[in-house]
């Protein structure tokens, strides 16, 4: 060390050094999965899997829409280091483990092994969550998941177009948004005319959003005469001919930059209709839960980087005499920003552990509500925390090499993919006014920690009044899922966490509202909340 800068943080397991991680995947019951999620901890803080999310980050991938001879290919190339990354992510299931090892825990082990290597490098999750989540919807056609799902569930990572019946394994993409709007589905214009039995038909139309095109197939959204409807479309048809899937140019993005997101033109492509026809919104929409728990995972994976950062770096420098780590202002301020990423990493983990227990009609409905909860609050509190943590590395986090400005353009992306903020508020009054029975489920939930502080028992009461009130209630929206977000986080820090970061935590949110960060009652014990938090090398 030099020059009072700190020694880089590198070779050590994310997740040993993760006490609330390993402390929920024990309890939701994904203690098997120990030795895989320790693997991809330990591989995680190699410096070999930290240069390829940087490699391919600085290298994004490029689209090559006609080979030399003028012909057609549609293809994007990425750099080696991404089809690294993406061997990893595949040969450890991240993909599909819940579908490979369909017992208690898989999707709480799953949550936990996806957040702990997303930490390298975020842009490569998306075609992996995509294809997790592309499974419940597929089995919605016993044929095409018969024929499709074996491919999906493989470790084989295995790039290039190929007819899927000739590959060891294959990965799925979306494309539900268009142009003139994306929240709003039921505006697709993309049509859709039936060519014959089993559902076969021929997609027309654009999609303004379509990420991960290499992808072998993708879920498509699009008009059919009996309604909007969920298709399968593959890139490659089963002679090996190119199915009409054109690329016409990659986004140029704020983030997420190792990712391709395309605009597409299907100019008559070949795809087969998925579930039942004019019901496409609730096919898609078993996929869509399951991306939407993985916008918490990748938002939780982004707090916990950063803060494994901050308070790294904030303990090996110094300034005015003393350590920042010593001095009291940032003490609040790291803190604050632990207390705001265990919150998440438990909520998260409790969201992935009632996903493996939707048999059970209380963890079905409290999921339902959940998912869209934890995807309000987590994301747009992403935002925030890895902001500060740039800022507590002074004007090293504002440089690139130091991860933080990568985390930054990465943290605003799971806000809005997926249902932007505002429609996973609505999406909650949707589930409070036509499933009820999830409000008790949420309260059910909440209230096991009932007792427990005096304080969130009181906002759990004001909670109930705010929601028992219907006057403007969809422009009350943010502010009453907010205040279900932080009452289930609390609940949950007070039944799973420490007493005293689950003490601070109802303090510095229930009772004072969230506000920026280091403004904490000061305490004795914030320095030991940040030692929960500091990776050790
Ligand atoms: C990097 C990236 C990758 C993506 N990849 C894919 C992909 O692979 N496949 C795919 O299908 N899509 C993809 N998307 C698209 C994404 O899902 C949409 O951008 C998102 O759903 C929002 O739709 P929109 O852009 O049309 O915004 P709009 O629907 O126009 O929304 C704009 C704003 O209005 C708000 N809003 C909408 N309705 C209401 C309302 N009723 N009341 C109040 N506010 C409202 C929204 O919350 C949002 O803030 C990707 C987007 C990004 C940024």
Not at 269 to 294: F, K, P, Q, S
Not at 335 to 340: F, G, K, M, T, W
Not at 480 to 495: D, K, T
Not at 502 to 517: E, N
Request: with cysteine.
């Amino acid at each position: 060390m030099s020059a009072n800068q700190p020694p880089p943080l590198v070779d050590y397991n994310l997740f040993e050094s993760d006490a609330p991680l390993r402390e929920s995947l024990e309890r939701e019951g994904g203690s098997w999965a120990h030795d895989l999620v320790h693997e991809l901890g330990r591989l995680a803080g190699t410096q070999q899997a930290i240069d390829w999310g940087f490699q391919a980050n600085a290298n994004p991938p490029r689209l090559r829409t006609h080979d030399r001879f003028g012909e057609r290919i549609d293809e994007v190339e990425f750099h080696p280091a991404w089809h690294e990354l993406m061997k990893v992510a595949v040969g450890h299931g991240l993909h599909a483990l819940p579908w490979r090892e369909p017992r208690p825990g898989a999707h709480a082990a799953r949550a936990a092994a996806f957040y702990v290597w997303s930490q390298v490098e975020g842009g490569h999750g998306c075609p992996v969550s995509m294809t997790y989540a592309a499974v419940p919807a597929l089995r919605q056609s016993q044929k095409l998941a018969a024929e499709w799902e074996p491919l999906m569930t493989t470790l084989d990572y295995d790039p290039g177009l190929q007819p899927h019946a000739s590959k060891k394994g294959v990965l799925f993409g979306m494309a539900m948004t268009e142009r003139q709007g994306g929240s709003d589905v039921r505006s697709n214009t993309t049509r859709a005319e039936p060519t014959g039995a089993n559902g076969e038909h021929r997609l027309t139309g654009q999609k303004w959003f379509c990420s991960a095109p290499m992808c072998d197939a993708f879920l498509v959204l699009a008009q059919a005469p009996g309604g909007l409807s969920c298709f399968l479309l593959p890139r490659v048809l089963p002679d090996g001919t190119r199915n009409a899937f054109h690329i016409d140019r990659l986004k140029d993005k704020l983030g997420n930059r190792s990712n391709a997101s395309s605009e597409i033109t299907l100019d008559g492509a070949w795809a087969v209709v998925i579930g039942e026809e004019g019901r496409g919104v609730r096919t898609i929409i078993e996929m869509v839960n399951h991306t939407r728990l993985d916008c918490v995972i990748g938002s939780a994976s982004l707090m916990r980087q950063a803060v494994a950062q901050a308070t790294h770096h904030t303990a090996h420098r110094s300034a005015f005499g003393k350590l920042l780590t010593e001095q009291p202002l940032m003490v609040n301020v790291l803190a604050d920003l632990a207390i705001e990423s265990e919150a998440t990493t438990i909520l998260m983990m409790r969201l992935a552990g009632a996903f493996d227990r939707a048999a059970d009609p209380v963890e079905a409905r409290f999921r339902r509500i959940a998912v869209a909860i934890a995807k309000f609050w987590t994301c747009k509190r992403a935002i925030a925390v890895v902001a500060e943590a740039l800022e507590c590395h002074g004007g090293n986090g504002y440089v690139e090499e130091s991860i933080l400005p990568r985390l930054y353009r990465e943290a605003p992306l799971n806000s809005i993919w997926e249902g932007a903020g505002n429609v996973n508020a609505l999406d909650v009054l949707r589930a409070m006014q036509r499933e009820p029975d999830t409000v008790s489920s949420y309260f059910g939930e909440v209230e096991l920690a009932r007792g427990a502080d005096r304080r969130l028992d009181q906002a759990v009461a004001e909670l109930k009044a705010e929601m028992a009130n219907s006057n403007e209630l969809e422009s009350r929206a943010r502010r009453l899922v907010e205040q279900m977000a932080v009452a289930l986080q609390a609940s949950l820090l007070f039944r799973f966490g420490e007493q005293n970061v689950a003490d601070v935590f109802v303090s510095s949110r229930l009772v004072k509202g969230s506000g920026t960060f280091g403004a904490l009652q000061p305490s004795p014990h914030l320095k030991s909340v940040i030692e929960r938090h500091r990776p050790r090398l």
